[in-house]
């Protein structure tokens, strides 16, 4: 990433080649399954709006599994229990892949994105937490519209044909691996109703053989799979939610190859493949099944919305999603800028903050997921929260399409411009021009930092 004459990072800059061609891999892979998700959301909604939404009802509510396991669990739980640890391991082989090889581990680069994803979910909670004030117990879900979901954004930015310039659709995924590391460690923390230790101490002997097995760098599903679904089985029985279990099986599996003597140098390693195997899952199957059970809520029309809106848990998520996001996001990001003199990359600038920022109050996976949590699936107060979810993402959605879609001609030059290669070595050239600029800049702070000593 190109830096400013201080040293600190361009906002927005692009990174490194190898980087952008990898993220540009998996935001592909996200719009898919966004695009489905949305689909999955619609079909819920048409379906518990019309005349047989009782079959709807039915069938989320129809449970399967072993009663002595305590594992009978609704269609509508295991999608939520049991398909989103799915999406959570996925998201937690991205997270150590970030802080080991990507991004965030240089503190430098990951300043912003970091501070951006925290202002975004503690200005939404406040606002939430601020119009629920001496309500009836409704505070608990201040946690709702702290969560981005990117597959959503990232489908919307499909349907409206915005194609946002490297720099920012990378620090769009960078916020949301955080937003993701962050909204876990919310669940766990906040939203654990009982804990049953016995339970979470054995959990952790699977997880350290499952933990082992990947260090050695074994791919054996036969051994690792039954592994990993008893670490899940057991994290549910321990009364933390059982997602966790899969954030955990995701850091354990190692993300560069190990540098034995006569073996490869460090590269990819384990955690790529696992995500190559299992991302179509999360994105193609396991978020849009969750949001086809999750999503379905009966609005009843004008007055019905207006009866969920009118509740001030709804009212709380529409606000914090659309005001609490863009204030967080775009007020970290100022500090950021204020007190590191950073400076803006070219053609980009405030109103490419707001966008992004808007784009970040596209709340939906988790935010669904938190308020069931909150108030209990199936529950009148869960069905505004759906309602206040739905709103408050259709409203940032558009909001953020207007935005963007004034500076789309912007960002199709930049696009246009980050494709050309006139030495036709299958590196753009503009990565080329930003790595020597890097490097002259360390050269020429080398002696300053050498005279300093």
């Not at 669940?187 to 050695?216: C, D, E, M, N, R």
């Not at 809106?309 to 709380?316: E, F, Q, Y």
Request: glycine letters at 10%.
């Amino acid at each position: 990433m190109p830096s400013t004459a201080s040293g600190a990072p361009r906002v927005f800059g692009r990174g490194s080649w190898a980087e952008a061609s990898r993220l540009a891999d998996v935001l592909r892979r996200e719009t898919v399954g966004g695009v489905l998700l949305l689909i999955g959301t619609l079909v819920a909604l048409v379906w518990a709006n019309s005349p047989w939404s009782a079959a709807y009802e039915t069938l989320r509510d129809t449970r399967v599994g072993p009663e002595s396991l305590h594992l009978d669990l609704t269609l509508g739980q295991w999608a939520a229990d049991g398909l989103l640890a799915v999406f959570f391991f996925v998201a937690g082989l991205e997270l150590k892949r970030e802080f080991v090889a990507g991004d965030l581990r240089d503190p430098k680069r990951a300043l912003l994105p970091v501070a951006a994803a925290v202002g975004g979910m503690t200005a939404p909670a406040i606002v939430y937490v601020v119009l629920n004030l001496g309500g009836d117990g409704a505070v608990e879900g201040w946690a709702i519209p702290t969560a981005t979901d990117i597959a959503f954004a990232l489908a919307v930015l499909a349907v409206i044909s915005t194609h946002l310039p490297t720099g920012l659709r990378t620090f769009l995924l960078t916020l949301a691996v955080v937003d993701d590391l962050l909204a876990i460690t919310i669940i766990a923390l906040f939203y654990t109703s009982s804990l049953a230790a016995g339970w979470l101490a054995l959990a952790l002997v699977p997880l350290g053989l499952f933990t082992v097995l990947v260090q050695k760098r074994v791919r054996s599903w036969w051994l690792l799979l039954p592994l990993a679904v008893l670490t899940w089985a057991l994290v549910h029985a321990s009364g933390v939610h059982a997602t966790v279990a899969g954030v955990l099986l995701g850091f354990a599996v190692p993300v560069l190859r190990s540098r034995a003597a006569g073996g490869p140098d460090a590269g990819p390693g384990l955690a790529e493949h696992f995500e190559h195997r299992f991302r179509p899952l999360s994105a193609g199957i396991a978020v849009p099944v969750f949001a086809f059970f999750a999503a379905g809520v009966t609005v009843g029309g004008f007055s019905g919305l207006a009866d969920s809106l009118g509740d001030r848990v709804a009212l709380g998520i529409v606000a914090g999603l659309v005001v609490g996001k863009l204030v967080g996001i775009a007020g970290s990001t100022w500090l950021v800028v204020r007190f590191t003199r950073a400076e803006f990359a070219d053609d980009l600038g405030w109103w490419d903050v707001i966008g992004v920022a808007l784009l970040g109050g596209i709340g939906f996976t988790v935010s669904l997921l938190i308020g069931e949590l909150a108030f209990g699936q199936g529950s009148e107060r869960d069905d505004h929260v759906k309602v206040g979810v739905l709103v408050g993402t259709l409203i940032s959605a558009l909001l953020a399409t207007v935005v963007l879609r004034m500076r789309n001609r912007r960002y199709r030059r930049i696009a246009e411009e980050e494709q050309v290669d006139a030495d036709q070595d299958s590196i753009p050239d503009v990565y080329q021009r930003d790595a020597e600029e890097a490097a002259r800049t360390a050269a020429r702070r080398s002696p300053e930092a050498s005279a300093e000593g």
